[in-house]
């Protein structure tokens, strides 16, 4: 007899569930005091290298929660650390570059992953969390607009005018620095799978700086090859396509190649559907702010969620962008039951 | 014999015009080298004070661009600045208050504006502008969401986390706090029409944080206040409504009363039609990001634009956001020929 699949997976497939699953992204994160406790003042960066620290703090919070999967601790710019470009993340900033991309040289700087020998510590770390889980992990991969963002800006942007500039004016060195952006996130995504990890999700968190045309013309076919990796060699693993401000980006998004697409807070989820086309998946899309205002101001729009879930082909509760530093966890402890009882079968 | 209204006005009427007019949001400053000149380091509020330099300022892009409205030059936290609540605004930062507003005791911070005693030099600065001017003046004021955030967070904010809280946690609070900022609005924007304004905008450039549901609870009815005190106080002048990041609050931002709807470069125009319904007119909405990119990036994305909104009932060109500091303005000049050269009837 075969453990069931478990919810999660369930809801990405399309089928059936006991329960709505859920899950939050950044859930192990600062908003934890178990994790400022384990991470102290270190870099996030050497965190992420010792794999026995990264895959507790990949455990707390479905310790703390009983959420329906974990998502590795990591961060989308990894790969791109781990073959020497030059990036390290500010607490309270982000990804800062010490030298921008901005030229054909700089392509000679981003050069192929090889997981086992660049990064093993991601590899480990996936191990360690699949020995102890009882739910499945998510591994996870920036998309290439967004780690190219970082690349070109140096830091994070509100306008992202340089990389856009760089896009437009110079259409085949764009198309090769996100090509060989996508092709790190292949060996990373495929890495984390033969380790262990369940489902996959790409994180192209500021593509929605991008009206709708610029993404089928200059970002969606490095998106789609990675999830076209991910299918060739992993059929069965469910792949996330996540981004805010992507309410214009819905169907171009889905139309890459993803199982389950991600959805930020403004858009309600049956129009969502309607943008990707039915062969999806939604997960999403409790506001991150209504969880900071007190469980009475979390619990109605956590409702009104569900409610607009109701009917949909499948659902993975998450919030619509990440847990923010200030959650009160307890809310968070609140939400995923009210999430399971709510939807109990 | 009496002057022909112009396009713009006509535009904004649905009315029949010559070629679409265009303006741009911030054409006045940092762009412009004669405004970098004129301004040298000086604070912008004290710059706004001074209603020889601030027309100066309005009529710069006019007379560089032969774009067919001036709007004022001036700042949405003017009001609440002149009334003494406490702000500045920081070269590359933005608003920053010393005090930010949260608990009742702030309300009585926020008293009514009386524009002839505490900004006398807004009605000033109209009254040179329209002296000098041959296209319409536009004046505008801030919507009661975006002020409040910069109260309430007292910077600029990525999450909006404690003007929402609150907006969760003390609604009746929060509706007092987006009533006064009503009423400024209200009295700045008459007196701006009454110095001799043909047209306002309302600045709700952060609404686009709040999802549909937020926006029309806790929101809509303070902003759907102004646009009725203009329309009460002045029939005809046309009332533009424009936010960023507004794809689902558009029918709402319709709703509110304006008869011109802003549209960031996420939304193609017909698609925002469909949203506000079909009593608007609407203005945008190239891409800022087009113009910093060079004229070979700035004109297809251009004529995209106009190519989209070929038979709507009612087109303003206008960018989708404001000018970028590093916009090179012989793109402007470049692009504003292009609208009238292609649309001429």
Known sequence: MTAPQGDFLAA?????????????MRQAGRSLPEYRALRGTGNILDAIRTPEMAAEITLQPVRRYGVDAAILFSDIMVPIAATGFGVTIQPGVGPVVDEPFATPADLARIRPL????????????????????????????GAPFTVASYLVEGRPSRDYAKTKSLMYREPALWAQLIDRIADQAIASLLAQIDAGAQAIQVFDSWAGGLDAEDYRRYVQAASAKIFAAVADHAPGVPRIHFGVHTGELLGAMAEAGADVVGVDWRVPLPVALTRTGDGVALQGNLDPVA??????????????VLDAARGLPGHIFNL??????????????????LVHTETAR
Request: aromatic share 6%; glycine share 8%; charged share 25%.
């Open 12 to 24: 990405c497939r399309r089928q059936p569930v006991e329960r709505t699953p859920v899950w939050f």
């Open 114 to 141: 090889i997981p086992e020998i660049d990064a093993p510590y991601v590899a480990e770390t996936v191990k360690i969390v699949v020995g102890e889980l009882g739910v499945p992990l998510i591994g996870f991969a």
């Open 291 to 304: 969880c900071v205002a007190g469980w009475e101001a979390t619990e109605p729009k956590a409702r009104a």
């Open 320 to 337: 619509g962008h990440g847990v923010l530093p200030q959650t009160d966890p307890d809310v968070l402890a609140r939400l995923v039951d």
